[in-house]
Structures are given as C-alpha cells and as structure tokens.
C-alpha cells in the first residue's frame, strides 16, 4: 500500500519534473498537457462532490485500469464509493493551501507500478481545486437547507424536495408517507424554561426523531415548534410505526433526565400519499390528522 501523500497544492507535480533524478523519477512520463487539460474538461461543470468523484475515477481509468475509488471527508460527512474493491491500494490524505479536503483511496486488481502512482498524484493536484469548490458550495447549501438550531433541514429544503418526492413516487408507483410532529404546549413550556430552554427542548425533539430514522427519511423542521417528515418507501401502517418509535425514543430520554423540570410530548399526524394528489393536499391531509391528535388529547398519533 502506497505510503499516505499530502497533496498540498496543484503545483506539486511540477515541482517534480520527471527530469528531476534526485526524486528518483527519472523514468517517469509526465501527463501531457493535453490529457491534463481533458482531465480539467472532465471535472469541470459540476458542484456535486459526488459527480466529481464519479468523473475523475471515469478519466482516471481511461489512463490505467483501476479497480474503484473511495473518497472520504469526515468532517462533512462524506463517505463515497464508485467501482469496485480491489487488493492494491494508494492512499492520499488531500490538501490544498492548507485547507483539508478529505482522503481519496484508489484501488486496483494489480500492484501499481511508480507510473501508475506518478500518474495518480499530478491528477489528484488537479482534482483537489474541484473539491474544493464543491465542498464550499455544499458548505453553504447546509447552511441554505438546513435549520441551524435543531440540525434537520428547513421549509426552504421541504419545498424543493416534498414535490420531487411525490413525483417520483406517481411516477414508480411506491408508497410514501409524511408525519407533521407538534410539540405539545410548546408555549406554555417556553413560559416555564425560558427561549434557552425552550431551544434545548426543540433540540431534544430533533435528536429523538433522527434516531429512529432510516437513511433514505427526510427530516425537516416546518415551523416553530413542528417537524414534517417524508417516509420514502413507507406504507401507512409503517408511518404509524415509525410516529410510534419517535415518541418511545422521547420518552425514553426524557425518563432519563429527572433534573429538566418539564419533559415535552408530542402530537402526530400520519399520512400516505395517494396517487395523483399535489403535495399540497397530502401536506393538507397530514395537517389535518395532526389538527385530529391534538383533538383527541394530544400526546396521540393519529
């Protein structure tokens, strides 16, 4: 396995002319100006992260059989892989100025030879622009999607995705469900415990919902102290179960903090899209049935 490698800025390979014998790689073929050049063609007009990585490892593979490529960066929660796993590795840690742009693993079926691996690092000094500029654009889509109090993702998000979601699920014919998630007396909480500690109890809310979610669920906070969820792939039956799960989960924590002077309870409304609806009337109906739980008491689902 290729010893880790700081690909610091994308001047790197030309500060290692193949002509250079102290760096012993006098026998290397550098890439030509034109490959490179198509390389730049290739990783240009996308700010998806993971589009680039799926782009540099088609180009990559035209110029050495590569079995797949794993990109990582953990402190944006990225993990992506394309290809297939193989036995030899090179590994890169990605640098740019400085700035930390994840780790990149290229795999492949054979040993890599000081040419393939010659190769990979002056394309890497290309790639690493890219991510950088997709990394900061997906940087301030978190902030532009996301509500920064409570995590999930904001009306904005929900307005874009909800009408994508039913679409998609008219168009294949699958089951999709939406829970609207009210805490219940959310005034007369923020009353007691202050805005602190009425934001504290919305955080508190937020985590129990995420924790009973799958990855393909989609949070969202919808207004100021209700949460929508859209359950892709999810039948009523199932919705009611996941309401279920999500109350469990707060009650669960709030039993545990016996010195936080109130615990909250929440009111659900459960329903399923039906085909050929807008999403404005499943958001309707889902409206309604939480408008019901809270009719019937609230700390309900219905």
Partial sequence: MKKVTSIKSANIAAKNPATDTNNGQDNLVRLTEGRLLQLHQRLQGTLDTGTL??????????????????YIHPDENLALFVGAKKPHKAHYVLRLEQHYLGEITITSQKRFTEQDLFTQEQSISVLVHYLKNTI?????????????????????ALDELLPKETKRAQR???????LMIDIDHFKSINDC???VGGD????????????????SDLPFRYGGDEFLLILPNTHLEGAHQAASQIMSSL???????????VSPKLSIGVASYQHG?????LIRR??????????NGRNCIS
């Fill in 53 to 70: 990585i799926n782009r540099f490892f088609s180009w990559l593979n035209e110029q050495q059989l590569v079995g797949g490529i794993e």
């Fill in 136 to 156: 900061a654009h997906q940087a301030l889509e978190k902030v532009a999607f996301h509500d920064s109090l409570t995590g999930v993702m904001n009306r904005t």
């Fill in 172 to 178: 294949y014919g699958y089951n999709l469900s939406v």
């Fill in 193 to 195: 415990v202050g805005h």
């Fill in 200 to 215: 504290l109890i919305l955080q508190q809310v937020s985590q129990a919902i995420q924790s009973q979610l799958r990855n």
């Fill in 251 to 261: 009650n669960k924590a709030m039993s545990a903090k016996s010195d936080q002077p």
């Fill in 277 to 281: 609806e807008s999403h404005e009337e």
């Fill in 286 to 295: 889902v409206d309604i049935a939480l408008y019901d739980a809270k009719n």
